[in-house]
Structure formats: C-alpha cells, structure tokens
C-alpha cells in the first residue's frame, strides 16, 4: 500500500517563509512527475508546481518567484519552499504523485493535505 504524508504546514505572518513536505511509502516501483496542488475555501483545487523525475519543474504564475518545488529521488519527498507568503497563499496544500507500484500498476496518489495560514 502506498502512503504520501505531508508536513510543514501552520500559520506564519505575511512575509514569511514555510517548507513543506511530503514522503510517499509502501510498495513502490518509480515515481514520475510529483505535485504540490492548493484549494482554498469555496475554491477549485489547483496545480502549484510540479517536478519530474528528472527534475525538470513548472509552476504557475502566482507563485513564480516565490515558491520552489524540489524532491529528493532517494528518500521518495518532494519539498515546496514558499517565500514571501501572502494572505491569499492560505489554503490546504495537497501533495500528488503518479508513481508505479511494486507489482507493477501505475496510479496517481495523494496525501492527506496540510493547512497552510498566513496572517496579513
């Protein structure tokens, strides 16, 4: 089974910086591109960043400049350091990956979410 757990979230002033991340677990064979989405109240969830395998990135215009996504390959995280946080960064923040398991079948995972709240 696999398991994708986020950390990092809270509540920090306008300004401030947060680092969130989130380790998949279990019975995994690879794990392609990785993702950080956001929904904030009364809102669609929506892609943040994403990064590859390779380490290849894309993030959306809102967030460019401030936030950067990054994994390490070995220990299966992937990391969102956000920076210059605003008040309209508030939300919760999903972790995704679309990753193959051990026995071969290829699906895309979530994790639990974390909330992040940021103060103006």
């Known amino acids: 089974q696999v398991q994708l757990v986020e950390s990092g979230g809270g509540l920090v002033q306008a300004g401030g910086s947060l680092r969130l991340s989130c380790a998949a677990s279990?019975?995994?064979?690879?794990?392609?591109?990785m993702g950080w989405y956001r929904q904030a109240p009364g809102k669609q969830r929506e892609l943040i960043a994403s990064?590859?395998?390779?380490?290849?990135?894309n993030s959306r215009d809102s967030v460019k400049g401030r936030f950067t996504i990054s994994r390490d390959n070995a220990k299966n995280t992937v990391y969102l350091q956000m920076n210059s946080l605003k008040p309209e960064d508030t939300a919760v923040y999903y972790c995704?990956?679309?990753?193959?398991?051990?026995?071969?079948?290829?699906?895309?995972?979530w994790g639990q979410g974390t909330q992040v709240t940021v103060s103006s």
């Open positions: 279990g019975s995994i064979f690879s794990i392609n591109t």
């Open positions: 995704n990956a679309d990753l193959v398991s051990a026995i071969g079948f290829r699906n895309t995972y």
């Open positions: 990064i590859t395998s390779g380490g290849s990135t």
